[in-house]
Structures are given as structure tokens and as C-alpha cells.
């Protein structure tokens, strides 16, 4: 693992994500992310923030105003009332809609308190602990799911919640960031679901993968 992400970070550099945004709007961005593509993703959240600049404004709205707001995003009828849900909730236990408080709890103690929203999953809260927060959490989607197969980083059977797991524990804390973003851009531009480009791939030599592209 630690030559892997060595390796791109040589090849990428460092990255830099988007600005780091509050944790309760990253939350929902999040949510909004789920089985859709960034770009939509996007315009829903400008959509809902232009609609609703406060999230009091969001949890005490009708969830049809919050749905039609957000439909581009897909899954609409989902996304709506979970975001209202998870809004109130946060709300009803802690007087307000301030997660900064996470900042300062034990990293386990602080995803724990995430996950048990509902539709909140590893993937949502190590990304609000990781890019808002500035927390140590490595957030593991499909594009990084299926590297990691491949480059022999995980088992093939290893479902998609343990593989989160996992990969905090073969990487050290201080390269999750760089870690999580270069492997995604690894998954995009070079090991795609169909025909990976493997001749080109950075870290051919190091992946045992049995179906490489000649």
C-alpha cells in the first residue's frame, strides 16, 4: 500500500480538493452524491442553498419543496426527506446545525455519532470527518473499491464496508488525503471498470492484477 500511494504521488502530486466546506453542508452534499455524478450533484446542492440559504429553512421545509429542489440529483423522493430528517435530527440533540464538536472527539467516537443517521454510511461520514474536519478517515468509493481489488490490496470477497476499514489500517493517517483522491484519479483515468489501460497505468509494476491489457 505505501509503495502504491507513494508511487502516485510522484506520478500526481499532492492534491487539492475542492474548498473544504462546512460539515453540515458536506454532509448533505454527500448525501446528494449517492448514485449520481458530481456534476449533478452540484446542482442540486446550489439549487438547495439558493433556495433555502439557511438548513433551518431546509428541515422546516415541505419535503415536495425539498424533492423538486433537488430532483436533478436523482433519487429525489429519497434524498428529500432524509436530508430533512437527518437536518432535524442533528438539530433536536444538539440545539443547532454546528458539527465542528465532531472535531473534537475521539475519530471512532465521531464517525459513530455520523453513521447513525439514516442513509448516512462509512463512505458520508469519513468524508465530513476527512475534507471538513480535518479528521484521519479514508473514504472508499467504487472507483477505489475496485483498485484496490486489483492492486491486491484487499481481498477479491471483502465486501465494501470492511474494505473502509481496511485501508485505514494499511495506510498511515497522514496520507489518507493525498492517498484517497490519487486513487480515485487512478480508477477514472487509467484502471476503468472495462478495458483498463494497463500499459500506461503508473503503478503497472506493482499490480498483480491477472487480466492486464497486454
Not at 1 to 21: H, I, S
Not at 108 to 126: P, Q
Not at 191 to 208: F, T
Request: hydrophobic letters at 40%; charged letters at 25%.
Amino acid at each position: 500500500m505505501a509503495a502504491v500511494l507513494q508511487r502516485l504521488v510522484t506520478v500526481f502530486g499532492n492534491p487539492t480538493w475542492r474548498t473544504p466546506l462546512p460539515a453540515v453542508d458536506e454532509l448533505v452534499s454527500t448525501i446528494l452524491s449517492q448514485n449520481t455524478n458530481d456534476v449533478n450533484r452540484d446542482r442540486a446542492f446550489h439549487e438547495l442553498k439558493s433556495r433555502f440559504p439557511d438548513w433551518n429553512q431546509v428541515r422546516q421545509a415541505n419535503e415536495e419543496e425539498i424533492i423538486e429542489t433537488i430532483r436533478v440529483a436523482g433519487l429525489a423522493n429519497q434524498k428529500g426527506p432524509r436530508i430533512k430528517s437527518v437536518l432535524n435530527q442533528i438539530y433536536e440533540e444538539t440545539g443547532g446545525l454546528d458539527l465542528n464538536f465532531l472535531a473534537d472527539l475521539p475519530v471512532d467516537k465521531a464517525r459513530a455519532w455520523l453513521l447513525r443517521f439514516k442513509g448516512v454510511g462509512l463512505k458520508t461520514a469519513a468524508i465530513v470527518l476527512q475534507f471538513s474536519l480535518n479528521r484521519p478517515a479514508f473514504p472508499v468509493d467504487t472507483h477505489i473499491y475496485r483498485v484496490s481489488r486489483r492492486l491486491g490490496l484487499r481481498p477479491e470477497a471483502m465486501n465494501l464496508e470492511k474494505t473502509h476499514l481496511l485501508m485505514e489500517e494499511l495506510a498511515n493517517p497522514e496520507d489518507y488525503y493525498a492517498g484517497h483522491l490519487n486513487l480515485i484519479r487512478l480508477g477514472r483515468e487509467f484502471c476503468h471498470a472495462r478495458k483498463p489501460e494497463c500499459p500506461r497505468c503508473p503503478v503497472n509494476d506493482l499490480c498483480p492484477y491477472p487480466n492486464k491489457t497486454a
